[in-house]
């Protein structure tokens, strides 16, 4: 791979597979990756169990073991090691750069983006203006509405990747509900954007009204 491409390539992987436990075997896999001029590792810092578990379960069942992860970066300073798995908040984010280059969220990124929101700030000394939700969903429409121009593509596939978007917040269920409505699929996206701003304008009257 490094012969056939000049961008950086990395490596994500697993600390072992079904029951081989041992810091031996992710300590020489790394090795030997990096013997090839692999630089990067995200470790995903549980195994894979290839017998018997879905690739769901596979993401919650076996044990998580960030000290094997850990470990990588002592016995190789010179790569960039990154830790993946379970990490939901910015303490443990926190708790884990002590010891590693990096972390990598998927799941929470997914249901609770705006988490990210405080990165630059918290992690890069970034003093970048926040953004809102709403500035976000109104720039998501205005996405939604090219992608459908340009590619046919509906506004739908769009927006339920955005669902997260207000995780936490009250009217959420709501403004979801809305945004995943089967029977708005035939409106454009700015008439079901309205819609979903009612979630929080009807809890507003509500929240006056109590
Ligand atoms: C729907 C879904 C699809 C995924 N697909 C991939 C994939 O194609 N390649 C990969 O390396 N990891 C994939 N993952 C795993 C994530 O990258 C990550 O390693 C895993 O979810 C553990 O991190 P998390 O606990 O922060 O989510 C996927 C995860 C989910 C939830």
């Known amino acids: 791979m490094r012969d ?3 961008i950086p390539v990395t490596v994500k992987h697993r600390i072992g597979i079904d029951k081989i436990e041992s810091y031996d075997f992710v300590r020489d896999f790394v090795g030997t990756v990096s013997n090839a001029g692999c630089e990067v590792f995200i470790v995903h810092a549980r195994n894979a169990w290839l017998q018997g578990l879905s690739p769901k379960e596979n993401r919650e069942v076996p044990p998580l073991r960030f000290d094997l992860a850990y470990q990588l970066k002592k016995d190789f300073p010179r790569l960039t ?4 798995g379970g990490i939901k908040t910015q303490e443990e984010i926190t708790q884990h750069l002590q010891h590693a280059d990096g972390v990598m969220l998927g799941r929470e990124a997914y249901y609770n983006p705006w988490l990210m929101t405080q990165w630059d700030a918290l992690f890069w000394q970034s003093s970048e203006a926040q953004t809102s939700r709403e500035s976000v969903e109104e720039a998501m429409v205005v996405y939604m509405e090219r992608a459908h121009q340009e590619d046919g593509c509906p506004w739908y596939a769009i927006a339920r990747h955005m669902l997260g978007l207000y995780h936490g917040q009250r009217g959420a269920r709501l403004w979801r509900q809305v945004w995943s ?15 979903a701003r009612r979630a929080f304008v009807d809890l507003e009257v509500d929240t006056i009204a109590t």
């Open 181 to 195: 409505d089967h029977r708005l699929k035939p409106l454009p996206p700015r008439e079901v954007w309205k819609k």
């Open 81 to 84: 090691i990154v830790v993946n």
């Open 4 to 6: 056939a491409v000049s």
